[in-house]
């Protein structure tokens, strides 16, 4: 939509859509007016019948919010999806902030033109600063139908997420939702939303999920920005993509976080599949791959340690952290080991994507899943950090991975979802034909076997 009226003059930025029963759809979005105030605006299709709805038309009497008493003109955007209440009203959410506490304000409304604010919030976090892109939604289990925002389900979990605007990270929090009473407690507080559990331990940012009735899911689509400089977005005359779709689904085998998986759709963009089975990876080892091209590739790989090595490795107390770490290039007892894309032959630029596994003092496995960006580009001028975070990994489990690698960008999923990680690298020689994939074990006594299916892929213009 142009920013054509007062109350979007300085942008139309982020909202909701909400089918109603009757087919119907009410967009309510931010526009920052003329005065650069916040404020919630109508919007709805110009014509149902367009299959892309393409035009839409705005409320004559926009906008339908401004931000309420005590709440900053500048602090008061992107409404989430309305859901039905037992009451039969429409409830939905606005991101906001009170000092540093990170706020979710609620608001009910029959008709999306008149409006009441609540009393109370949602919910709110301390320290967290201004929550934007908030989300809320009812999560299903594996082999279970996607839940709609409208429908009363007992027993199931509501994911409470929002974008923080201070460090520009994609939070959220598993908890119970009580439609009767309007309310939603975390499962664990100290899992909370900005202090907890991520999206994604990348550059992902502005997500936001929709039902989609045709195949009972609930996906997730993200923005994912650039990470060169501004000159270069300028010489290029593009800047930012979205991230590949994901389903999202309640991970019930660990009880405490969610599992994102790319949305089958992808699947119909593979085209010749290569696969290698048992590949032996001493310590210290790199293997290539022969694939051919490998600018964009559809990755599933197993890794497995020789039992012999885990019994080996003592005990010990070290700390690990993927952010601060020296990522690949670092040699403990059990890692890393993964695979290099986007590679030069010469290794001179790589991204690895890798494990580092670390056993306690208490004996048990500790498993990191990390992007190494170190290594990743010749250039002086491009994000070059070390992104990750822990995995949970249960008894009896492989340590598997799904990489998804677009000349620019790797997305890449661990054990089935649990942990994710999106990339952007700029190589200036490992792209196109030059691009090449190499297994490796930097670890110092571990030996890893390997097992992949590597798939090239079709761009989506193409197929």
Wanted: negative net charge; proline residues 5%.
């Amino acid at each position: 939509m142009a920013t054509d009226q007062w109350y979007d003059f300085n942008g139309v930025w982020t909202g909701s859509a909400t089918m109603l029963p009757n087919g119907q759809i009410m967009v309510l979005y931010t526009g920052s007016t003329n005065e650069s105030v916040q404020v919630q605006n109508l919007a709805y299709p110009a014509n149902l019948s367009d299959p892309l709805l393409t035009k839409w038309v705005k409320y004559p009497n926009n906008p339908v919010l401004k931000p309420p008493p005590g709440i900053g003109s500048k602090d008061f955007r992107d409404p989430t999806t309305a859901w039905l209440t037992p009451e039969g009203k429409w409830r939905f959410l606005v991101g906001s902030k009170l000092n540093t506490t990170g706020i979710s304000l609620v608001y009910n409304t029959a008709d999306f033109k008149n409006i009441t604010l609540l009393d109370g919030l949602l919910h709110e976090v301390q320290g967290t600063g201004m929550w934007e892109c908030v989300d809320f939604y009812p999560v299903p289990k594996p082999g279970e139908n996607g839940v709609h925002n409208s429908f009363d389900e007992h027993g199931v979990k509501y994911v409470m997420k929002a974008s923080l605007d201070d460090d520009r990270i994609d939070y959220y929090a598993l908890g119970t939702y009580d439609p009767v009473k309007g309310t939603w407690v975390p499962d664990n507080p100290k899992l909370d939303v900005g202090i907890g559990l991520r999206y994604d331990y990348g550059i992902y940012y502005a997500s936001k999920t929709f039902y989609d009735s045709n195949k009972n899911r609930r996906v997730l689509w993200s923005w994912i920005k650039e990470t060169d400089s501004n000159s270069s977005d300028i010489q290029k005359d593009w800047a930012s993509v979205q991230g590949i779709p994901r389903t999202v689904l309640f991970d019930d085998k660990t009880g405490g976080n969610l599992l994102q998986w790319p949305v089958e759709e992808v699947n119909e963009l593979r085209s010749s599949n290569r696969s290698f089975e048992n590949v032996e990876l001493n310590a210290g080892s790199v293997v290539p791959l022969q694939i051919g091209s490998t600018s964009q590739l559809d990755i599933t790989a197993e890794f497995e340690i020789d039992k012999e090595s885990l019994e080996r490795v003592q005990k010990t107390n070290e700390v690990y952290n993927c952010n601060s770490s020296m990522g690949a290039a670092g040699r403990g007892a059990l890692g890393p080991f993964g695979l290099l894309v986007l590679a030069y032959e010469d290794l001179s630029e790589q991204t690895p994507i890798y494990f580092y596994i670390v056993k306690g003092s208490d004996g048990n496995l500790h498993t990191f899943f990390c992007a190494d960006l170190s290594r990743s580009s010749k250039a002086t001028d491009v994000d070059k950090e070390i992104y990750g975070s822990t995995v949970p990994v249960l008894t009896g489990e492989k340590l598997t991975v799904r990489i998804l690698v677009d000349h620019s960008i790797v997305e890449s999923f661990s054990q089935g979802g649990r942990t994710c990680i999106t990339s952007r690298v700029y190589p200036t020689k490992a792209f196109d034909d030059n691009a090449k994939i190499f297994l490796f074990n930097n670890a110092s006594e571990a030996r890893i076997t390997a097992s992949l299916n590597i798939w090239q892929m079709n761009s989506t213009a193409s197929s």
